[in-house]
């Protein structure tokens, strides 16, 4: 039972709060005025009758909670990678990372917000906010603060620029012009949609020339040269090995000999290439040196070429989303959905065939008075 006491000392009078805590544990606050001490207890006894209540003295900071957070959630390492990074930077490096967690108010998360999104894109930017709003979450959960104060933020407008994919002739310009030993590895993403990872995880065993099949069962991730599992339960698939694919891969195995665990594309030591080595050190300075293709290609927009190839020959978005290993048709439809062959067409046709079908409206004259 929370009570209230009468403290005098030198003269001066105070108002102790004695009230004991979810485990238990006797507690006390002292507050200049009797009125401040009863609403206290008042509504402490009250948080703690619904499982609310939250203890006053914690310090845990905001950073430091993170942190906690992130080393219980079981993340991919490529993930963890990026968790790690936000907080650091984002959170940890802020004036908002060294505040009390139970401290912070929804207006000093607005005043955060607004000074990331003078450093970071719109769309990192509400991954960030959304790291921290996870933060928060558990934090209610664990009873370390009553509410969240990441509600009702005001972010830049995100706005995704349309998909435009690299034609078949541009994709075949820049395989020739990539060295030797990377040349069929354009063709193997452009081919099968790989996520550069996966690509550079494919094995001899992963391909089956007789079927005509390839299989997706690892990927290496960023920062990393060992294996490690797809991205997603979908990513694990089997995909349709066209000839252009076949071929390229056969031509190359005849040149460059697999790794001893069958790794097909290896740097010329033998081993798997890194992420930032083939993406950044090969693939775009290939990139920079030629006129038909953008200078902002990456790896992945041989992806895009892929699902946009797929589409423009009446796949259906299902079965992109399959081939693709996404878990949903949703990002298909959201990413290539302007893609879609005759799309304009249908459009007119069916406005047309509307109002064509529809019965003539009368219409109506004016009565001469």
Known sequence: MASVERRSRDGHITWLARWRDDTGRQRK?????????????????????????????????????AWQWAKARHHRPSTARNVAGHIRTHIEGTDLGKRRLAAVRPSEVQVWATDRAK?????????????????????????????????????PPSHRERVVPL????????????????????????????????????????????????????????????????????????????????????????????????????????????????????????????????????PHDLRHHYASVLLSKGES??????????ENANLVLSTYGHLMPDSEDRTRRAIDDAWNGAPDVPQNKRKRV
Do not use: C, W
């Not at 609403?39 to 703690?48: I, K, N, P, S």
């Not at 290496?220 to 390229?248: C, E, F, N, Y």
């Not at 978005?317 to 996404?326: D, I, K, N, P």
């Open 317 to 326: 978005v299902v079965a992109v989303a399959e081939r693709l290993g996404h």
């Open 29 to 65: 606050r002292s507050f200049p005025r009797k009125a401040d001490a009863q609403r206290f207890v008042t509504q402490v006894e009250g948080d703690l009758l619904r499982g609310q209540y939250v203890d006053p003295s914690d310090r845990t900071t905001v950073a430091e909670y």
């Open 119 to 155: 450093h970071l894109a719109p769309t990192t930017l509400r991954n960030v906010v959304g790291l921290l709003r996870s933060v928060y979450a558990s934090a209610v959960l664990d009873r370390l603060v009553a509410q969240t104060p990441v509600v009702r933020l005001q972010l």
């Open 167 to 298: 034609t078949v002739d541009q994709v075949r310009v820049l395989a020739a012009a990539m060295p030797k030993r990377n040349r069929a590895m354009v063709i193997t993403q452009a081919g099968l949609g790989l996520r550069i990872g996966e690509l550079l995880a494919l094995r001899v065993q992963d391909v089956n020339f007789l079927k005509r099949t390839a299989r997706v069962e690892f990927q290496i991730a960023p920062g990393s040269r060992t294996r490690s599992d797809p991205k997603t339960r979908r990513s694990r698939r089997t995909i349709p090995l066209p000839q252009v694919v076949a071929d390229a891969i056969q031509a190359h195995l005849a040149d460059f000999d697999p790794a001893e665990d069958g790794t097909i594309f290896t740097t010329r030591f033998g081993a798997p290439y890194s992420h930032a080595y083939y993406g950044a050190q090969i693939f775009k300075a290939t990139v920079k040196k030629l006129d038909g293709v953008p200078d902002s290609t990456t």
